[in-house]
């Protein structure tokens, strides 16, 4: 563990405690890292599991550990900026991903709980935080619960509800902020940042959702977007690809960005 290393897990704190929303634009490689480090907005670097896993042929969710670690290093190796990464649902040993991810210079990361039993997802949120402490780092965890994503045929009030007790107990445990996928509408971040406070909410800007200055009115604190960002990369490839088949050229104000 090198000093900038935690000195970068420090900045991503005060990131995430700042009254401003933080926006990370996910990227899934380094040169997709490297452009949007390169923008003035550009405060902090998250990676998208999902993007980086179909980058390798994976379906989200079903990438190895060691091809999620070494995606996301290679993404922090690529910016001098805080890097949090996806890391799935943690994988077997929770705690020794953090720890591995600390080491390839990832200073927070999403986990989430895929709604497993309420004991053993606060579990798992305590080991990845003693394991952190233990490297000296102020990682910052963004535990993710799938009460909403996951929720499937009971009322949503119930899955706010459950959102809401997993998300306390995450905190309680150590992690920065709780990710609820799903939680678009006002009234449910609305419901949601009245149980687990100002400041302690993290969501993902699908199609649909609020603009980000409207989440931070709320009292949300940041703001991902997921697999969204190289959807929109492949689509303008398609796009490209599809013009160039139809006898088109490549437009001459193609910015040299790689």
Known sequence: MSTSTAEKATTLKQLHEAPEILRVVNVWDAVSAKVVSSLPE?????????????????EDGGMPLDVALAGAATIADA???????????GYEDPAETIRRAIGAG?????????????????????????????????????????AIARGGDRPIDASIEDAIARGRAFLDNGAALV??????QRDVVERLVDGLGRGKLSVIGLPGALPAAEYEALGVARIS???????????????????????????EDTPALN
């Open 179 to 184: 990710f609820v996928p799903g939680a678009i």
């Open 79 to 89: 910016t001098d900026l805080p890097v949090t990464a996806d890391l799935d649902d």
């Open 42 to 58: 550009t405060k902090a670097i998250a990676t998208a599991g999902h993007s980086i896993a179909a980058s390798h042929g994976y």
């Open 225 to 251: 977007y997921g697999p969204l960002p190289q959807r929109v990369a492949l689509r303008a490839l398609r796009d490209l690809a599809t013009d160039l088949y139809g006898d088109g050229v490549v437009p």
């Open 106 to 146: 990832i200073v927070g990361g999403n986990v989430e709980d895929r709604l497993r039993p309420f004991d053993e997802a606060v579990a798992r949120v305590a080991a990845i935080t003693a394991a952190a402490r233990a490297e000296g780092v102020e990682f910052q965890l963004n535990a993710r619960t799938d």
